[in-house]
């Protein structure tokens, strides 16, 4: 990893000098608000138009902790994936491009240490935006309900919904590193959500899917039982690693 430390350092630079780490954190503060005051409110809202229009009725189910878990999850979730496609589908693909990868390996940097850096910068990026996000929905349900969420399954939630971002943000990378465009890695990485989602409603392996750990991070938070999920959370954590390793094996061998 000869040169991670400073390759680090220059993608965090990137990050907040490109605006992208205020962008991404931005999005995650404005939908985790949105999750608990759309539970809070929607009903009322509804009830609102019925009693004005003709005929009208909706079926709405009142507030509650799960409706706002599931506002927060729904909303984080779906959204930070798209920022975790955009963060990375350029990562290693614009670099190519635009000959600095080049530039950057006849220093004394492997080629491991620079894909490491970036997917440590695009981790701390979802990671920041992650905790403010969350954070800021969790004292939004404390303001707004009787009682907050308790926080260990609060953050254990978040740390879920943190790695399933990464997750989708190293299979983007790896559509970065094997084609030289950054709209076909972020096609990878749309088509790898669509093929996992559809995967992750199939028995036995559905629940190993990363875009399953949603209803296992949401069973905690709630204190309910999220049933056998050692096996997939080792699975999901291992798959980061696996998916940096093929990043690498492409990599290591292309003419930059």
């Known amino acids: 990893m000869m040169g991670f430390g400073i390759l680090l350092r220059k993608e965090l630079r990137e990050q907040f000098r490109t605006g992208r780490l205020v962008a991404v954190a931005a999005v995650f503060v404005l939908f985790g608000i949105l999750g608990p005051l759309t539970d809070r409110f929607m009903k009322q809202l509804f009830d609102a138009i019925g009693s004005e229009g003709a005929g009208m009725t909706f079926q709405v189910p009142p507030p509650s902790l799960d409706g706002a878990a599931a506002q927060i999850m729904k909303n984080l979730s779906q959204f930070g994936i798209i920022c975790a496609l955009l963060l990375a589908m350029g990562s290693v693909a614009w670099e190519k491009e635009r000959g600095t990868a080049g530039m950057i390996l006849t220093k004394p940097a492997s080629r491991a240490a620079f894909l490491a850096a970036k997917l440590v910068a695009i981790s701390i990026n979802l990671g920041i935006s992650v905790v ?3 954070g800021l929905a ?4 404390a303001l707004l309900y009787p009682a907050p969420f308790p926080i260990g399954g609060y953050v254990a ?30 096609g990878i990485g749309l088509v790898a959500l669509l093929v996992l989602g559809i995967v992750g409603a199939l028995p036995v392996v559905g629940p190993y899917m990363p875009s399953s750990l949603g209803t296992p991070a949401r069973d905690i938070l709630l204190g309910h039982d999220p ?6 959370i080792l699975f999901n954590i291992a798959l980061v690693p696996a998916l940096f390793a093929a990043t690498w094996l492409t990599f290591r061998h292309q003419e930059l």
């Open 157 to 186: 939630m978040s740390l879920l919904l943190w790695w399933m971002l990464v997750i989708f943000a190293a299979i983007t990378m790896l559509g970065s590193t094997i084609t030289r465009s950054a709209i076909a890695a972020a």
């Open 227 to 232: 049933g056998f999920i050692l096996g997939p």
């Open 132 to 134: 403010l996000g969350c």
């Open 138 to 141: 969790y004292v939004y349900v």
